[in-house]
């Protein structure tokens, strides 16, 4: 498979996974051709692999944790809500989807990786453990600590935001 082929088949899916990690598509844009580029440049390297895709993603996670660890880069994005016409059953489950997608992103970047790459793209905890370089016992671990935490805070009661008033 040609690296262009590649890109062509799996940009969509990376920009996905890369919107689930950073919470903002045009930051997640932006680290997906950040990732695809530096492949481009080892394509001959990474096609010769048994997975090429788990070493693009593994690419993208290390590239959005070295992101996050640089301070200039911690913004704080802020939800705009539209005002548009749907029935109350949509918008409950809008609601309900972004309350937990809220809970999601408060939580620490490995766990939020492990959540995502779980859930959300469907790995095993052995694929996720290739991606993030690190043991099956700690990609459970950092799982069962997220999902922990998750139904604590989901059963606490969520304080108003100053932009929600």
Not at 19 to 44: K, N, P, S
Request: with cysteine.
């Amino acid at each position: 498979m040609t690296f262009e082929e590649y890109a062509f088949a799996r940009t969509s899916a990376l920009v996905r996974l890369a919107r689930l990690l950073t919470g903002d598509e045009h930051r997640a844009e932006d680290l997906v051709q950040d990732v695809l580029t530096r492949a481009y440049a080892r394509w001959g390297r990474i096609s010769r692999t048994d997975q090429p895709d788990a070493y693009v993603r593994r690419m993208l996670v290390n590239a959005h944790h070295s992101w996050w660890r640089r301070r200039s880069s911690r913004e704080v994005t802020v939800a705009a809500v539209l005002d548009r016409a749907g029935d109350a059953d949509e918008a409950a489950g809008v609601a309900e989807r972004d309350a937990l997608w809220r809970l999601v992103s408060d939580l620490p970047a490995r766990q939020r990786t492990v959540i995502v790459l779980r859930y959300y793209e469907d790995l095993d905890d052995t694929a996720i453990a290739e991606i993030l370089a690190c043991s099956t016992g700690t990609v459970r671990t950092h799982a069962k600590r997220a999902l922990t935490t998750l139904r604590r805070r989901q059963e606490a009661p969520i304080p108003a935001r100053a932009g929600d008033l």
